[in-house]
């Protein structure tokens, strides 16, 4: 549960931040132009910023509120949250190696999606580290 408890407070923190920074310049335009570019739509705009937002905010209430609530709604809201963020990440890598997204709007200035396949596989080992605690508790 330790290895969960890390990956959701690093999960949490950066996502929220994420989203955070995406009020400010350089980060909106750099946004902006990643959205407009991709044809991902003005929606995607709004719900990109709002989802990770949430989900940061999610995984750091789940971290700190851990003994209020059931295994069972634990795991679900995890598993949720992680969901939520291998979605996102995939639209990440989408955006990452579409054609017409310069480099220079992306976190690191390079078109290989690193950063989202690495958000990407931390949710996954999340995931797989729940259900082995979910395993381990009898129900």
């Known amino acids: 549960m330790r290895l969960n408890k890390i990956i959701s407070i690093f999960l949490g923190a950066s996502m929220f931040a994420f989203g955070f920074l995406k009020f400010f310049d350089p980060f909106r335009s750099w946004y902006s132009v990643q959205i ?53 990440m995939s639209t990440g890598t989408y955006v990452h190696l579409h054609p017409n997204v310069p480099a220079e709007v992306l976190p690191l200035k390079v078109k290989p999606p690193f950063i989202p396949l690495f958000f990407l596989m931390a949710a996954c080992v999340n995931i797989v580290m729940l259900f082995k605690s979910r395993n381990a508790v009898p129900s």
């Open 36 to 88: 407009e570019t991709s044809q991902l739509g003005k929606t995607s705009y709004a719900l990109g910023i709002i989802g990770e937002l949430a989900i940061g905010l999610m995984f750091l209430s789940l971290t700190r509120h851990r003994k209020n609530l059931s295994h069972d709604a634990y795991h679900f809201a995890s598993l949720f949250a992680s969901v939520v963020v291998i979605v996102m």
